[in-house]
């Protein structure tokens, strides 16, 4: 766990203090939004963690192609087996185990967790497992 946040609170409170922006760095959604404005520029490029999830292969060939590099065919697979959820969490360089305590404390939870998606309008493996009844009939009633 991130050590700027205070002692881990409920799941409940979390949610309510991501919602409402009151986590310690700030609002999630005015940070995503910042970037989100910029998406459509010619010199940024753009991409979510549940693409990444859905067409690993297929996001790296279009990285590729906003980067101008043509890569033969091992030299993506080899950019495919290192940027897999399995491969990073067994890497210390992705992980935060090389942080020192006082910025993450690691007895308190793991920077990658379990790398799972729920398919689209779902969280990455967050929201499902962790909300209530309501929240969870909420969330299937949105379509978020």
């Known amino acids: 766990m991130c050590n700027s946040y205070e002692d881990p609170v409920s799941f409940e409170q979390f949610l ?3 919602l409402s922006g009151e986590l310690p760095h700030g609002s999630w959604f005015e940070h ?3 970037w989100m404005e910029m998406k459509d520029r010619e010199n940024f490029f753009f991409i979510t963690y549940e693409e990444l999830k859905q067409d690993l292969q297929g996001s790296v060939r279009r990285l590729c192609r906003f980067l101008g590099q043509n890569l033969d065919e091992d030299a993506i697979s080899s950019v495919v087996q290192n940027a897999s959820f399995t491969a990073m969490r067994q890497n210390p360089m992705c992980s935060s185990i090389l942080l020192p305590a006082d910025i993450m404390d690691q007895t308190k939870g793991q920077f990658l ?4 998606w729920r398919g689209p309008r779902r ?5 499902c497992p962790h909300g209530s009844s309501r929240e969870n009939e909420e969330d299937s009633s949105t379509g978020t």
């Open 16 to 18: 309510m203090d991501f």
């Open 32 to 34: 995503v939004r910042g």
């Open 113 to 116: 967790r379990k790398g799972e």
């Open 123 to 127: 969280s990455a493996g967050f929201w």
